[in-house]
């Protein structure tokens, strides 16, 4: 069975995985309405887990967080399900279809077979949508891809259950319940001062002080850690802030095109100059990122080019500082 | 970023034949859109993570042909795996796989830990035992 569904690309997997089975449902959601709602913008540094061998860095909220906050936002009520058994997934999931619901699911990249092997890291917080199944082969839309694609029964089963942080158990989720009317004008906001308050929180790892606390990170690897390693982890800062599905500079352009469509949605225009500011902060951060990539790509890097970078993340820092705090006052 | 500055470098996206989705502004000043075949400093990026994966798999290749670790780091390495998601896989506790890097510890295990293993890495028991076995 087929369900009628459209398949729209979207730059990050959650967004897109919100974005377009809102659409499938006939509520107009694109992807940066959900990921400014879901309030997905964030910096946030984790020293304590490993991803490939160096710590990591997220531009953007906790998998699942997004749907969450977005979803009890706008009012909508989402059915989630995780399970033991594979058999039993694989049965949650049959009924689903047979049902005509297209349901998403948490999936690991790892075994995704369609995706290019040097992308296939164990990544456990990839997003997309069943939309149908044929004999054994199910019938695939994942957001980040230009178009729908297949997984057969086996395959599926494998990146359901793949293994590790944030592993999927199968996870499955729909939503279930619509309000009459969407009050996106309340949600925007809501979405918003949350963004804001991550991005000003006083602790030393989150939003603009963990940007500086990043860069000062920085500054002290080449000595502590040896040039390999500074080199490894500066390289892990930019292929999480430019990995498929940022959309770019960490996210920021994605904000900058939700500030954008908010300000006439809630006919703020303040938002819309916002969103210009914002747009050349994302420039920055790809401006950083071209930077980084000539230090590992010459090994000899001296030490000054690091203190570079991080003067780099510095100036990054004071902006989203200042914007923020604008952007606080602008939604008041 | 202006939609015309959006990367079209050559990338790691050919070899699976798509691109990505890149937000960016259009002459109006308006967000719109665009697919972007790469970027030069994300793909060194990868490349550079790769090339030390590559670099781990070989190292664990010469310590397992001259006994120094078991064939399992060896495959841990080759699927990009670290200790912790290794025993996730197998449902043994870190420490446990850990002692299994030992080629004395490795020798003696049962059939039934070692399938645990050979099921992860999707190869047979012979291949487990014997690296050479494995093409790669």
Known sequence: MKIEFTHHQSAHCENGVISNLMKHHGYNISEPLAFGIGSGLLFCYIPFLMVNHAPAFTYRALPGIIFKRFAKRVGIKIKREKFKNPQQAKLRLDE???????????VGVYNLVYFPDEYRFHFNAHNLVVYGKEDDTYLISDPVMETVTTLNDKQLEKVRFAKGAFAPKGHIYYPVHFPKELDLEKAIVKGIKHTCKDMLAPIPVLGVKGIRHTARLIRKWPKKKGIKKANHYL?????????IGTGGGGFRYIFAAFLQESSTIINKPALSELSKEMTAIGDLWRDFAVDASRIYKNRSAKEDAYNNVATQLEVIADKEEVFFKKLKKAIK | MKKDEVPQDKSNLETANFKELCYAVDENGEYTTVNSSG??????????AIEDINERVEDAKKRVLSNQTSPIEYYMELHKMDLAILASYVGLWKWRVKRHFKPRVFNTLSNNILQKYADTFDISLEQLKNITLHEN
């Not at chain 1, 689903?96 to 948490?106: D, T």
């Not at chain 1, 390289?235 to 990995?243: F, H, L, P, S, Y």
């Open chain 1, 96 to 106: 689903n279809l047979k049902n005509s619901n297209p349901v998403g699911l948490q």
């Open chain 1, 235 to 243: 390289g892990q800062i930019v292929r999480m802030q430019e990995e």
């Open chain 2, 39 to 48: 970027w030069d400093p994300k793909t060194i990026a990868l490349n550079k």
